[in-house]
C-alpha cells in the first residue's frame, strides 16, 4: 500500500466528510449545487462522499447523522452579484436570515439547520456554500457567471478537504 | 393596517408560512363586520394539463407526479386508474395491495409532516416547528422518525423518496418480493406506536368551539378504508360513480387566485381530506384506529375542522396498520403488470390523496396519445370551505389584537393542510379594519 494510500485509509476511519450539492436541474441557476457535486464526485477521496439533494432539508438532516463534517452547497437569491460565492460556518451561526429563504419547501437549507441545531443533530462542522444566481426560470444550464463561480467552488472545497484533513 | 373614521381594519398575510408552495390571505373588517376575505394562491399557474396533451398514456403517472413533492404518489395513483378505466382493465390481487402500501407510505409522511411540524406550533402558540423543538424536542424527533417511516415505504416500493419512479399504468415496473417488504414490518410496528401516542398527544389540545355544516365528500369503498377506489359520496346526498364527477362538480375562474375554485353544482362549497374520510368511513378503520378515535373522544360527525389534527394522527394510525396488514398477506405476484393495448376512450381516477379525492380524466386516442386532460387537486377543492371557514371565525374572534387574529386565521387555514404546488393553477394574509 503506497503513502497516499495509507493516508487515505487512515482519514476514512477518523474523518467522515459529506458534501450535499441542492438544487433543481430544471430551474436555470438552481441547478449550481448539483452541477458542482457532480464535478467533485470524480475528484475527491474515498472518505469524502458526494450527496445530490432537491432541497427536502428532512432527507438531508437524515444523510448527515454519520457525518463529522458536513458542506452544503446551494444556490441563493440574495442581491448580490450573479456568481457571487458566500460561504457560511454554520456550525457556530445560524445563515443570515436574507440567504435561502426563497424556497417554497416546507423545509429549507435555513430551516433545517435550525431545527437540527435545536435537536443537537448538527455535524461537528457544517460549512455552507451560497451561489449568487442570475436566473432561476424553467430551463436547463446555468448561466455563464455561476458557472464561473462553480468552478470556483470546486477549487475552494478541494483546499476545505485538505485543511479538514490536516486539522483531523 | 390602516384606520380612519369608518374604522376599517385589514389583515394582511403576505406570505402564509407553513403551507406547501405561495399563497396569502387578505381580509376586511368594517366594524364588527366581514367585509371580504379573499384566500389568494399566487404561486404561478403551472400549465399540466395543457402539456400532457400530445403525450403518451404511459407519461401520464411520471408527468403529474411532477406537481406535488409531498403527494406525487397520489397523482401517480389518480392517473394510473385514469388510464386503466379509458382501456378497460383492472389491477387486482396482489398488485392492488401494493399500491394500497404505497398510499399508506404516502398518507405517513405528508400526516407526519403536516401534524408534528406544520400544525401542532399553532396549537402552542409558537412561530415554527423550530421554536416547539426547543421545548418539545422528543415529540419533534418523534414526528420526523414517524415522517421517515413513511418515507421508507415510498422509497422501497417506489423507488424513491419524491417522484418515485415504480409506478406504471397496469401495475409497477418491478414487483417486490416477500422478504424486501418483511424489511418494513419493525419500523412501521414503532411508527404505528408513535401515531397512537400522537393521537392521546393531539387529543389534549385546546380546541377553538367553531363548528359548520359542511358537506364532506370522500370515496367510499365496500370493504376499504378509501385510497384508491370507489364511489363520491357525501354526507348530504351525493352518490355518484367516479366518471360522473363532471355532471356534479365545476370549476371556477377567480380573478383573485390563481387555483380554479371548485363546487358542487348544486350545492357550492364542499370539504375534503382526513375529516369528510373520517366522517364518511369511520365503519371501515381497523379496529385499533377505531379504538384510538374512541380514546380519543373523537367519533363521526366530527364538524370542528381544527380537529383534524386529530383525525390525520388517528389515519397515521390506520396507514401502519394497512401496511401491516398487507405486509402479512403479501405473496410476490408473478407479473409486475398486466397485459394491455391502449385503446381510444376516455377514463376517470379519483383517489384519496392525503389532503382529500384527488380527479384526474384523460382521453386518448387508439395510439394511447393523450387529447385532453382534466386534474382537480384536493386544495382547489377545499378553497370554497377555507373561504366559508373565515367569514364564519373571524366575527367571533374580532377583539382580538390584529396580530392574533392574524394567527388564528393562519391557524384556520392550515386546518386543510393546503398544498398550494398542487392547486396552481396559491398564501399571504391581509386583514382590513374600517
Given at each position: 500500500m503506497n503513502k497516499n494510500k495509507i493516508t487515505q485509509t487512515i482519514c476514512a476511519n477518523i474523518l467522515r466528510i459529506l458534501i450535499i450539492g441542492i438544487g433543481n436541474t430544471y430551474r436555470g441557476d438552481d441547478a449550481a449545487g448539483l452541477v458542482i457535486a457532480r464535478h467533485l464526485r470524480k475528484q475527491v477521496p474515498d472518505y469524502v462522499s458526494v450527496l445530490e439533494e432537491s432541497g427536502n432539508g428532512i432527507a438531508f438532516m437524515e444523510s448527515w447523522k454519520n457525518a463529522d463534517t458536513v458542506i452544503l452547497i446551494d444556490a441563493v437569491h440574495s442581491g448580490t452579484k450573479p456568481g457571487t460565492i458566500h460561504r457560511f460556518d454554520a456550525s457556530a451561526h445560524p445563515l443570515p436570515s436574507e440567504f435561502f429563504c426563497y424556497s417554497t419547501h416546507t423545509f429549507g437549507v435555513a430551516e433545517i439547520i435550525e431545527l437540527a441545531r435545536v435537536l443537537n443533530q448538527l455535524p461537528s462542522h457544517l460549512i455552507v456554500y451560497g451561489i449568487e444566481g442570475k436566473r432561476f426560470e424553467a430551463g436547463i444550464g446555468i448561466s455563464p457567471e455561476v458557472n464561473k463561480a462553480a468552478q470556483e467552488v470546486v477549487n475552494r472545497l478541494r483546499q476545505d478537504i485538505h485543511s479538514f484533513l490536516k486539522e483531523s | 393596517m390602516k384606520n380612519d373614521k369608518a374604522k376599517t381594519k385589514t389583515i394582511k398575510v403576505d406570505y402564509l408560512a407553513r403551507v406547501e408552495g405561495e399563497g396569502a390571505l387578505y381580509v376586511k373588517i368594517k366594524g364588527n363586520t366581514v367585509t371580504d376575505v379573499k384566500f389568494k394562491?399566487?404561486?404561478?399557474?403551472?400549465?399540466f394539463e395543457a402539456f400532457l396533451r400530445g403525450r403518451s398514456f404511459c407519461e401520464a403517472p411520471d408527468i403529474t407526479a411532477r406537481i406535488c413533492g409531498i403527494c406525487p404518489v397520489a397523482y401517480q395513483m389518480s392517473s394510473s386508474h385514469a388510464m386503466e378505466d379509458a382501456f378497460g382493465i383492472r389491477v387486482d390481487g396482489q398488485l392492488r395491495a401494493l399500491r394500497r402500501l404505497l398510499y399508506c407510505g404516502e398518507w405517513i409522511e405528508s400526516h407526519a409532516l403536516h401534524v408534528y411540524l406544520l400544525h401542532a406550533p399553532d396549537f402552542f402558540g409558537y412561530d415554527d416547528a423550530i421554536q416547539m423543538a426547543k421545548d418539545y424536542p422528543d415529540i419533534v424527533q418523534r414526528g420526523l422518525q414517524l415522517k421517515k417511516t413513511g418515507n421508507e415505504v415510498v422509497i422501497l416500493i417506489g423507488g424513491r423518496e419524491i417522484h418515485p419512479i415504480n409506478v406504471r399504468v397496469g401495475g409497477f415496473y418491478k414487483a417486490l418480493t416477500k422478504q424486501e417488504l418483511n424489511s418494513l414490518t419493525e419500523k412501521l410496528k414503532r411508527a404505528r406506536d408513535i401515531a397512537l401516542e400522537a393521537v392521546s398527544w393531539t387529543a389534549e389540545f385546546d380546541y377553538p368551539d367553531f363548528e359548520q355544516d359542511y358537506e364532506f365528500v370522500a370515496l367510499r369503498h365496500p370493504d376499504e378504508y378509501p385510497f384508491n377506489e370507489g364511489k363520491l359520496i357525501s354526507n348530504k346526498g351525493l352518490d355518484i360513480f367516479v366518471h360522473e364527477y363532471d355532471n356534479h362538480f365545476i370549476e371556477e375562474q377567480i380573478a383573485y387566485t390563481n387555483a380554479l375554485h371548485s363546487k358542487l353544482k348544486e350545492r357550492g362549497a364542499y370539504f375534503v381530506g382526513p375529516l369528510a374520510r373520517f366522517n364518511l368511513?369511520?365503519?371501515?378503520?381497523?379496529p385499533l384506529a377505531k379504538e384510538a378515535a374512541h380514546s380519543a373522544g373523537l367519533s363521526p360527525v366530527c364538524r370542528n375542522p381544527f380537529k383534524s389534527i386529530i383525525v390525520r394522527s388517528v389515519e397515521m394510525v390506520y396507514a401502519c396498520d394497512e401496511a401491516l396488514r398487507i405486509i402479512g398477506q403479501y405473496e410476490k405476484p408473478e407479473i409486475p403488470a398486466i397485459p394491455f393495448q391502449p385503446t381510444a376512450g376516455t377514463g376517470y381516477g379519483c383517489t384519496e390523496a392525503p389532503r382529500g379525492i384527488l380527479y384526474h380524466r384523460y382521453r386518448v386516442d387508439?395510439?394511447?396519445?393523450?387529447l385532453d386532460a382534466k386534474i382537480v387537486p384536493s386544495t382547489s377543492q377545499n378553497q370554497k370551505t377555507i373561504e366559508n371557514d373565515l367569514w364564519q371565525f373571524i366575527p367571533k374572534y374580532l377583539d382580538l389584537p390584529s396580530e392574533k387574529l392574524k394567527y388564528d386565521c393562519e391557524k384556520a387555514i392550515r386546518n386543510y393542510d393546503p398544498c398550494i404546488s398542487c392547486a396552481t393553477h396559491f398564501l399571504k394574509l391581509n386583514i382590513d379594519r374600517e
Open positions: - | 394562491i399566487f404561486e404561478p399557474p403551472r400549465f368511513n369511520f365503519d371501515r378503520l381497523s387508439d395510439n394511447g396519445r393523450i
